[in-house]
């Protein structure tokens, strides 16, 4: 098996980032997300690293995954979790190492920083493949239930 090469995106990765967050909300919520709002969000975050990051894994010279990391500070713990959000493994890349690869990387990124206090995803309650392949990485669900006021449309 080919091991993925990992890599911070860049602005020339807003076309490809556009398409996985879409294909990645009709996939596992049904919802049709308006690509404009969208590619500006993403570029929105590129020109603003404070707010996030997106990591990418190519395989054969093509991206193949993506995952993107915000922030939450925690007074709590005095700390960063480091939400993983957006995920996506193009269908003929899944099964390959290509999530796996992206989250070892930023689980020992964040448990090199002493200011990281974990690390959090949300996962829509249907999907018990991406639950399986979370807990298999050593992460376990917690008690809490997300709840969520919308101000506006997807």
Request: glycine letters at 6%; one cysteine or more; aromatic letters at 10%.
């Amino acid at each position: 098996m080919t091991t993925p090469h990992l890599r911070a995106a860049t602005s020339a990765d807003i076309g490809v980032l556009v398409d996985f967050n879409a294909a990645m909300a009709l996939e596992t919520e049904a919802l049709e997300l308006d690509r404009e709002r969208l590619q500006r969000g993403v570029a929105a975050l590129l020109a603003a690293p404070a707010r996030g990051r997106y990591r990418l894994a190519e395989l054969d010279g093509q991206v193949a995954g993506a995952l993107l990391l915000t922030f939450e500070w925690s007074d709590w713990r005095c700390g960063d979790w480091w939400w993983i959000q957006s995920v996506y493994v193009r269908p003929e890349a899944r099964r390959r190492g290509v999530f796996r690869a992206l989250y070892r990387s930023v689980a020992d990124e964040a448990r090199a920083d002493p200011g990281v206090c974990g690390l959090r995803l949300y996962v829509e309650r249907d999907n018990l493949a991406a639950q399986e392949t979370y807990a298999s990485l050593g992460m376990a669900e917690t008690h809490y239930r997300m709840y969520e006021a919308s101000t506006r449309a997807p």
